[in-house]
């Protein structure tokens, strides 16, 4: 008997499962019954788990109808009390909400008492109500008490059970009877029996008649259940009391020779009575409506009718339709039901927790172990268990009963049960676990592979609830509970919390360079130039400074780390545009920006000295990337105009991404891989650089030319005019004047620029092309230019043509195709630099006579035409004709600049003079690669 409410609420808590045990086939389902906490891992990388059982938040309601059987079969039987009792202590279980209702079933009068609604047993009113009218014996000698209207009672409770708050997987009926039934009721609530037999209806006689006088096989209650499951009417002869007296319904008066004792069709009342309540409570179960409880009382052992109440009882319980207790082997019926009902789960039960094991957020294996092992820790309630260490990897916790076994033992698979290397445990519960104390084990794991790139790896799920994957504690837990019958139940699983941590080092910081730029002045500003310290942009008509590039490089480990995770040897440049952005957040707002090669032509590199040169993009919707550039005084400059002389051939400025009022330590860059969801965060470092800008002597607002691409020019040039081969392509060129392999990105923006040669430099340029070539003539004229290409779409950057490139000079005033010219090219002098240095160039001669194609000067219809592979200042000569004996200097140079005319017979001035000269003569710069086009 002890088994009855212990099973009941085994049974109650384990279906209620049952939802939880089918969604578990998807991953983390969080149970409500059991709970697995984990603190977010420390500076170790450890993180204490605690698994509970069952969980402390766990509560259930549970709707329980207690029938009791009030015929006097009842009389010598004390269960009223005992249940009355056993309702009492359901009020002492913390966690379960009790909502009760009580029926008391008799006969022709069939429902004795009810309850009208099903009442909560926390109020004390309600709980002692229904202990009185449970014990209460008033009923006793009531008319229509005998008869065992089981079905009627049953019924009864059904409707109450339907009205309740639980699930139906939680409400139980608990039924207090013998089986001896021989009424059932129709579909108005009236009481059936049988045709009257021997005047008297609602008794045994029928069934003495058949079995015990007439002695015919008893049949079994199964029997009758397969008679009516093959079409037989079962209860056939049944009539409501109102007609028991009138003689017309009256045994003898069947069919002629039909009788009783041997009428096949005839089912006494025991037999129909049992089987009507028996198809209420199959129709109840099949319905779920609620779990049967049947607690038997012994009434006729021994007997005929005991035999076949007994295969009624065996019958329905054998089926599964209800749950049966035999209170006749027990002395207290209630006094183990009372016990075992706040048992959660019994002995036997076990919990197995597979350590924790994946890829995190970023695809990062990781792998978790069991530590400190000695640290286990088992409490239950507010108890802490003495934990022993049994033998290696063997843990038990509490005292040995008198069986000698642990209440609780831990068994450590450091390798997993199968040896795949995943640690493991088992938890062995050998004793019952109660509703209300909480077992807790305690335990610590270790992150064995923690990442060391920056970035925040998983997210903090202290109790699973989130249903995530990366770093969890556990790969998977399970509780298998038994029963308080020793049964096995469905397994409950434990969420899977998750932890996290952080990989912040500062020397892992990203560095952003913008490289450094040698331009002319004039040309496209960039427009994201800022004009002050708030910020504004400069107006696109103002600015005239450029946009730089910039290398990027990521730390050492870093860069190792990621050509790994790509599968690329650590030699390999890595093109970074595909994974790196740059984001900002300060809670109130948020930016992002990309990077793009700089060079966006297919096929080319974009690298510079094996280092790739970007761009950064704004998203959609921001402002460009704004840029502040500072002179050497640290005011902040939009204009790159400025007044060339023999000091200042060039100004410096120092470039850098303006800040404004972002919070630069916000600023971050963020590394994703392909296939990942979480990205890599890095703090960044701006290192700003230099731009230098050469000067222009020429007051024109434009000096440069159009480039002819393809054939010759059509006509006789007007100015000095480049011609390049079709397909030709221009790239920036670097510091040192080399070409380097970032394209431009609109060919059609290359010029010539045409500029004039500050005029205190030119004699002395004269006089060394005179000492240089004797062909020169005595009496002559000269024209001065500064040539050079520049792409006027980035504030006049200096680029190189991967083509030969043609010059055509228009014919001086007074000269045509038959003149003989010169030209001189003082190749390597440019406007770069305000040191004092050495005259480091070299001349060139181009002429008719020339025997070296290189040098091969043309006159043709539309100039004269000369090929060259660089840029720097030319000299036109021709002898003057109109002169003799003294040489005449009719350069067409003309600047307005101040310059003082150097003192030539002054030979301590001449080399500085030639050194002013070859500083003013300076090629743009973007880019950081060095080479030289077509040398």
Partial sequence: MKKLLGFVLSIMMLISMLP???????????????????TNLDSNYISEVTMTVPAEEYRQTMDIVFVLDGSTSSDASDLANDAANMLNNLTKISNIDVNAGLVIFGGSNPILYSSDSMENISDESVLNNLMEKMTDKSYNGQTGRSGSNLQAGIEKARSLLKSGVAESDNKYLVLLTDGGARMWVNDNGQALAQLPYLNNWNTNEDFIARYINGKLNLRTFGEIINDANSGKDIGKYSITEDKKSDKNYLVSNLEPGMDVNTSMDYYSNLESATYF????????????????????????????????????????????????????SISDPFAEVNDTLIYYMGKGSKVENIIGYGSDNYGNSYDFDMVNLDNLKLTIGTKTLTTTKISDNKYAFGQKDNDGNYPFELIYYPNGKNDNGKDSFDLLINTNVKMDDFVKLHYNVKLTNPQTINGTYGVYDEDGSESLDALKVSKEATLYPINSQGE??????????????????KSQTVSVNIASMTVYTGGKGYEGVVMDQQGYVAASNKNTLPEPGYTIDLPENVDKWLKEQLGVSDDTTLDISKYLTFTYNDGKETRKWSIEKYDQHKGNSSQVNGRYLYRLVSSKGQDPIRLEFRDEDGNIMISDDFTVDQDTPNKTYTMSIYAGA?????????????????????????????????????DEENPTTEIVTGEEPKEAVSEVTAQVPSETKYYYKGSDNQVSSIEVAD?????????????????????????????????YNIEMKYLDLVYTNNSNAVVGANEPITIYWPYPEGTDENTEFFIVHYKGLDRNDNEALTDNYEMELFSENQKNEKYKLTNTDNGIQITVDSFSPFALIWED??????????????NSSSLNTPNTEDKNMVGAWILLFAVSFTAVTVCVRKEKVNK
């Fill in 20 to 38: 939880t045990v089918t969604a578990a086939e998807q991953k983390n389902i969080t149970s409500p019954e059991v709970t697995h906490k984990a």
């Fill in 277 to 328: 309540a028996g198809q209420s409570i199959i129709e109840m179960k099949e319905n779920n409506e609620a779990n049967v409880i049947w607690v038997d009382y012994p009434y006729n052992k021994g007997t005929k009718f005991g035999d076949y109440t007994e295969s009624f009882k065996s019958w329905m319980a054998d089926k599964g339709y209800v749950t049966r207790y035999d209170s006749d």
């Fill in 488 to 505: 096995e139940e469905d397994s409950v699983p434990f969420s899977l919390p998750t932890v996290s941590y952080t990989v912040d080092n």
């Fill in 662 to 698: 972002l919070n630069q330590g916000l600023v971050k860059a963020e590394i994703k891989l392909p296939n990942s969801d979480s990205s890599y965060s890095f703090d960044i470092n701006v290192v700003s650089a230099e731009l230098k800008i050469r000067g222009v002597v020429s």
């Fill in 747 to 779: 060919s059609s923006a290359v010029n010539l620029l045409v500029d004039d040669v500050i005029p205190s430099a030119t004699s002395t340029l004269e006089e060394a092309s005179l000492e240089e070539f004797d062909v020169l003539p005595d009496n």
């Fill in 881 to 894: 004709t109109s002169a003799s004996g003294t040489k005449t200097d009719n350069t067409s140079s003309s």
